[in-house]
T-cell receptor, first 115, second 116 residues
Framework: DVKVTQSSRYLVKRTGEKVFLECVQD?????MFWYRQDPGLGLRLIYF???????EKGDIPEGYSVSREKKERFSLILESASTNQTSMYLC??????????????FGAGSRLTVL | AQTVTQSQPEMSVQEAETVTLSCTYD???????LFWYKQPPSRQMILVIR??????QNATENRFSVNFQKAAKSFSLKISDSQLGDTAMYFC?????????????FGKGTKLTVNP
């Protein structure tokens, strides 16, 4: 069964800490995405990547960065965590080509609490 | 602006009944894809159904069907014979093409509760 695995299901960090959220997919997918999910706001795109070492900003990239050194791994980095980054973070991937033609597969999510 | 609007933050339905979740969107594209995703409590997001805009026939997946009204930019999800396992957040989503890139834009979601 194809999978998108997010390394941490729950994290608690302190303000100012550097935080790494890891996402690995085993489907040889080209496209990978990081979303943030908040109640009443739905899912908002932070960053996405169409290829190794390639990244594009989504709708809310401020305070975040990403890394994609290998095709299967897409990392989200909070350089200096703040309390307003407390949220659920969802990673997703899809195959080569148009997003519409290739369904997104999601990970289980990483719930981050910043104290 | 190209957006997705789900006007019902919460809904409830009795088991075995039918419920319809609404979604409207705004786009200037002529061909595009629309999706409904389901997120059960504490579980991962999964695709429920997908519709290609150039297809006039409404998509159907077992108990799930859509009412796609292209001119009205409406994309509602009908769940027939509701089951307790249908309790979840439901998100309508739309593929936005911007600056040569594609991304999936989600509505704010509808929390559906199926009552026994």
């Amino acid at each position: 069964d194809v999978k998108v695995t997010q390394s941490s299901r729950y994290l608690v960090k302190r303000t100012g800490e550097k935080v790494f959220l890891e996402c690995v997919q085993d489907m040889d997918h080209e496209n990978m995405f990081w979303y943030r999910q908040d109640p009443g706001l739905g899912l908002r795109l932070i960053y996405f990547s169409y290829d190794v070492k390639m990244k594009e900003k989504g709708d809310i990239p401020e305070g975040y960065s990403v890394s994609r050194e290998k095709k299967e791994r897409f990392s989200l980095i909070l350089e200096s965590a703040s309390t307003n980054q407390t949220s659920m973070y969802l990673c997703a991937s899809s195959g080569q080509g148009a997003i519409g033609a290739n369904v997104l597969t999601f990970g289980a999510g990483s719930r981050l609490t910043v104290l | 602006a190209q957006t997705v609007t789900q006007s019902q933050p919460e809904m409830s339905v009795q088991e075995a009944e039918t419920v319809t979740l609404s979604c409207t969107y705004d786009t200037s594209e002529s061909n595009y894809y629309l999706f409904w995703y389901k997120q059960p409590p504490s579980r991962q997001m999964i695709l429920v159904i997908r519709q290609e805009a150039y297809k006039q026939q409404n998509a159907t997946e077992n108990r799930f069907s859509v009412n796609f009204q292209k001119a009205a930019k409406s994309f509602s999800l009908k769940i027939s014979d509701s089951q307790l396992g249908d309790t979840a957040m439901y998100f309508c989503a739309f593929v936005l093409t911007q600056g040569g890139s594609e991304k999936l834009v989600f509505g704010k979601g509808t929390k559906l509760t199926v009552n026994p």
